[in-house]
């Protein structure tokens, strides 16, 4: 099992901006597909925005697109998203998982490893 850890999460105004972080120990790791995904308060985890296992390909959710950037660093070990004109509905625990392979990067159900979350909250 890969050991993935977020950071980068915090309380900002809404029209903010936040990148959150997620590192792995693992070498072997970084040519991963990696995900984020968030979980509201009472809401199923939905997906947020993903990327392949070179970077060259990038997915992202309606409620994020144009707002969301994900990239990653295979250097650092390190898969990034950037968050602008942040919303108060985007509040959330934001997990990252990675995997292998996926042909599904939206379903949680491709990922067999996950970060612990960071809480993201977005005053308005």
């Known amino acids: 099992q890969v050991h993935l850890v977020e950071s980068g999460g915090g309380v900002v105004q809404a029209g903010g901006s936040l990148r959150l972080s997620c590192t792995t120990s693992e070498r072997s790791a970084t040519n991963y597909a990696t995900a984020w995904f968030r979980q509201a308060p009472k809401n199923e985890r939905e997906f947020v925005a993903a990327?392949?296992?070179?970077?060259?390909?990038?997915f992202y959710a309606d409620s994020v697109k144009g707002r969301f950037t994900i990239s990653k660093d295979s250097a650092k070990n390190t898969a990034y998203l950037q968050m602008n004109n942040l919303k108060p509905e985007d509040t959330a625990v934001y997990y990252c998982a990675t995997t292998p392979v996926t042909w599904k990067p939206s379903l949680p159900s491709e990922y067999n490893n996950w970060g612990q979350g960071t809480q993201v909250t977005v005053s308005s």
């Open positions: 990327i392949n296992w070179n970077g060259q390909s990038t």
